[in-house]
């Protein structure tokens, strides 16, 4: 069948504190599983999706929560989508937006608002990084030549970076990419983006990024293949990502955050209509611009061990500064090896599992930039 109707049972719901007032109780309302060629994103009106990408093992598809929103004053390729687990043990990004879901009223929609909770469900059931019970695919890594088209690059990861370059690039100019450390990497709470050189854009982006209210916004380094967000800043998009959480927990100041950043950009952007307040660091002035593009910011583990830190993700430190041990429990009596700062700057993520394996970025010190 082309369609199939599935019903949601009404729920207790959060409100947003937007000019019209508290959002109204969700109604009794339907969910439809449709292939991606019978989305409609461009109507006026709401729509609540599950899009169906077939799976590669069972008899059956993989099932991606869609919500758009098209209000009256909707131009063609303007709009905004928020993405939540790219990465499937990233759980801050679904939260924030399963309540945007929820708390969006059609009647304060202005234009073309996209909210995909859980973009990488393969990855999500298996609750970790790739499409581990699949085809083994980090999605932030997938958006590469062929992607989904190239029978080499056919697996569930690769198509659905591909339904994200047919159906949601074409429709949307912002772009919002919610991320968490996982099990990798503890960071201190940031929205992040590239170096750009359009001058316009940049500054629409660091704007964009500043209304999250995060403690640290991180400049990152753009030589990884198959980025989501590079693809969509080369497409000339204002893009913003973040890292919100870690540990496979849900943090709520990240989830506070999550949200705010969404309801700011969308409001400041004229696709919904309220108003919209600073929050925590934005508010108090306090945000650091970390900047991580030179690689001499990174510390590899030089053997597989055991991570011990010592200082605080959000530390500043001096080079030469010695900011965590690496402990080889196989060689037990030798002196832990010194994780060094090649540079002045603020600890700006470190590996939150203690068994760490060789090669892996242990610590990261950026340089500020603020």
């Known amino acids: 069948a082309a369609e199939t109707r599935v019903r949601i049972p009404p729920a207790d719901m959060a409100f947003v504190d937007l000019s019209a007032g508290p959002a109204e109780e969700m109604s009794d309302m339907q969910r439809v599983i449709v292939r991606p060629e019978r989305l409609d994103l461009d109507s006026p009106g709401r729509r609540d999706y599950w899009v169906a990408l077939e799976h590669d093992s069972i008899w059956g598809d993989h099932l991606l929560p869609l919500t758009v929103f098209v209000g009256p004053e909707t131009q063609d390729g303007q709009g905004l989508v928020s993405f939540g687990s790219n990465h499937g043990n990233e759980y801050e990004g679904p939260v924030a937006l399963k309540h945007l879901v929820r708390d969006l009223r059609l009647q304060d929609v202005r234009g073309r608002i996209i909210l995909i909770p859980v973009l990488n469900p393969a990855a999500f059931l298996a609750g970790t990084r790739e499409s581990r019970l699949d085809d083994g695919v980090n999605l932030n890594r997938a958006f590469v030549d062929g992607a989904g088209r190239n029978p080499a690059l056919a697996g569930i990861t690769h198509r659905i970076a591909d339904f994200v370059r047919t159906y949601i690039w074409p429709r949307v100019h912002i772009v919002l990419d919610l991320h968490s450390g996982g099990d990798v990497a ?119 061990g055991h991570y011990e830190p010592l200082v605080e993700c959000g530390t500043a430190v001096r080079k030469g500064q010695t900011v965590g041990l690496l402990h080889d429990f196989d060689q037990f009596d030798l002196e832990p090896y010194p994780c060094v700062a090649a540079l002045d700057g603020v600890v700006l993520a470190q590996a939150w599992a203690a068994p760490v394996p060789k090669g892996q970025h242990i610590v990261v010190v950026a340089k500020d930039v603020t």
């Open 186 to 304: 503890r960071f201190a709470i940031c929205a992040n983006y590239h170096p750009i050189d359009d001058p316009v854009l940049s500054a629409k982006i660091e704007e964009t990024a500043r209304w999250f209210g995060t403690p640290a916004l991180m400049i990152y380094q753009n030589q990884t293949p198959g980025l989501l967000p590079s693809e969509a800043e080369r497409l000339g998009k204002i893009t913003v990502g973040t890292e919100l959480g870690w540990g496979r927990a849900v943090n709520p100041e990240g989830v506070r955050y999550g949200r705010q950043g969404v309801l700011a950009a969308l409001i400041n952007n004229g696709l919904l209509h309220g108003s919209i307040e600073p929050i925590a660091h934005h508010r108090a002035g306090t945000q650091r611009k970390l900047e991580m593009v030179d690689r001499v910011c990174f510390i590899p583990a030089p053997f597989a």
